[in-house]
């Protein structure tokens, strides 16, 4: 078994995006539907279906393959999408633009419909809401995305580096930028809480550089102590210090024509900051206790979890520095704000472990894997594949397999005043003064809920005829 070419589906030929939407000026808004994870394969490649040109969406049972086509059905453009999976009823559920919105009404089918781990019969869909269908995950997508997204497509997914493979339209977004940023000779920060898979990034920056021969050089500078860090990352001269006994070349030095990725850049003691901004500005490294120094060419990464700029108005870090290292920044988002990446990350966790890891996923353990808040990121996920692989029984990976940490359900509360507001202010046309008048609150407890459930009231709002 290998990994699989995603798929990009679209309405018009030669484009990621349908061609009409390139035309607009400013910014595009863009929803899509992605079929992110088939437990029964997780080795099956992903894929995306914008839905700007299309009316609605009929979702059934494929006797083989997963299939899409467009179709005019009672003078609406309908797209077909058919899953091969045993657990999907023949015609399952129907997606339905509805005003501004979108929304998914099950369709009396065998096995139900799941937005978010809740069955329904009907919902009004929020940008990020994973639908369960049988045994099959998808993520629906309604974001604004900049006229200038041109991503390469997905069928090349599986030849891309594998820290920057994404189904996230921002993130891919970005990715195409960071590309670009890495075949030029730019500085690059990655910031992300820890467990996003920075250093996957960086790796995929080194891959992707040009005339970039030497190695991939990774230093933890949290993980050095105070009093060793300066040897460390720049060597020693013999005889600069008592048991110096031969020269020694530094973490630095090591990276010569390559990438120095220095992870945890923040807890970098100041010290060292100014020796690191010495090395930068120069491009030469001299070892404790040398007399000259060594000319270097190298590319420099850095990572962090923490606020570098407050750090810097603190003087908690160098501003020198910061200017020197910040020629692009990247943000990485949090596992649970790319749900759309399960599949994606699932078969890599799994290939990574060989034949014997390449098993299906039970649709409970699978649900389970979505619904989890993953605190600490694409890590706990790969812990949590480790743990449930050791403790697998069977050829298929069943909820009993995996840690109690994500069996926890979701708060149900959350869940029904969610659906209610989505329910409510799709009723109102996103007016939430008159949501609030109907539920008897104030406006503002309305708008805190909104912002606390990741609600977005202007996709519930009529679009202007002038408007997408």
């Not at 607009?24 to 994870?37: F, H, K, T």
């Not at 993980?223 to 600069?240: T, V």
Request: some cysteine.
């Amino acid at each position: 078994m290998g990994y699989a070419r995603a798929v990009e589906h679209t309405l018009e030929p030669g484009g990621t995006l349908p061609a009409r939407l390139e035309a607009r000026s400013g910014s595009i808004r863009a929803p899509c539907l992605i079929v992110a994870l088939d437990g029964a394969r997780p080795l099956d490649a992903p894929s995306r279906y914008w839905l700007n040109d299309a009316d609605e969406v009929s979702i059934g049972r494929s006797d083989r393959t997963l299939s899409a086509e467009h179709q005019i059905y009672q003078a609406r453009l309908r797209l077909r999408l058919r899953l091969p999976d045993a657990l999907v009823s023949a015609r399952h559920a129907a997606v339905r633009r509805e005003g501004g919105a979108w929304a998914i009404e099950d369709q009396r089918s065998t096995n139900g419909t799941l937005v978010n781990g809740a069955a329904v019969e009907r919902a009004v869909l929020a940008d990020g809401d994973v639908i369960a269908i049988g045994g099959t995950f998808l993520v629906f997508r309604d974001v604004a995305l900049p006229k200038r997204l041109e991503p390469s497509g997905l069928d090349d997914l599986a030849r891309r580096p594998e820290g920057i493979r994404t189904m996230s339209p921002e993130l891919e977004c970005r990715f195409a930028d960071l590309a670009s940023a890495a075949r030029s000779v730019s500085s690059i920060v990655i910031l992300g809480q820890t467990g996003t898979g920075k250093e996957r990034v960086a790796q995929a920056v080194h891959e992707l550089s040009e005339r970039r021969e030497g190695p991939f050089v990774a230093i933890n500078c949290a993980s050095i102590p105070a009093s060793l860090i300066e040897g460390e990352l720049f060597g020693h001269a013999k005889g600069a210090f008592t048991g110096a006994t031969h020269d020694r070349e530094g973490l630095i030095a090591a990276a010569e024509h390559g990438t120095l990725f220095l992870d945890e850049i923040g807890e970098l003691p100041l010290t060292m900051q100014a020796s690191l901004l010495r090395v930068l500005e120069s491009g030469e490294v001299r070892p404790l206790g040398a007399t000259r120094s060594r000319r270097l060419d190298l590319r420099v990464v850095v990572a962090t979890n923490r606020d570098l700029p407050a750090m810097v108005a603190k003087g908690e870090f160098r501003d020198d520095l910061w200017a020197r290292l910040n020629g692009f920044t990247l943000q990485l988002p949090a596992l649970r704000n790319r749900r759309e990446d399960m599949g994606l990350l699932l078969s890599s966790l799994l290939l990574r472990r060989g034949p014997r890891a390449l098993r299906p996923l039970s649709r409970e353990a699978a649900a389970a894997l979505f619904t989890h808040e993953w605190p600490f990121n694409i890590r706990e996920l790969d812990k949590v594949i480790e743990y449930a692989l050791a403790l697998s029984a069977t050829s298929e990976i069943g909820i009993d397999a995996l840690p109690p940490t994500v069996l926890r359900a979701p708060a149900a509360p959350e869940q029904a005043l969610r659906r209610e507001l989505l329910e409510r202010l799709h009723k109102h046309g996103g007016n939430v003064a008159e949501v609030a008048r109907e539920m008897g609150k104030h406006r503002q407890q309305v708008q805190k809920w909104c912002k606390r459930l990741q609600i977005d009231v202007d996709a519930m709002r009529p679009r202007r005829p002038d408007r997408l």
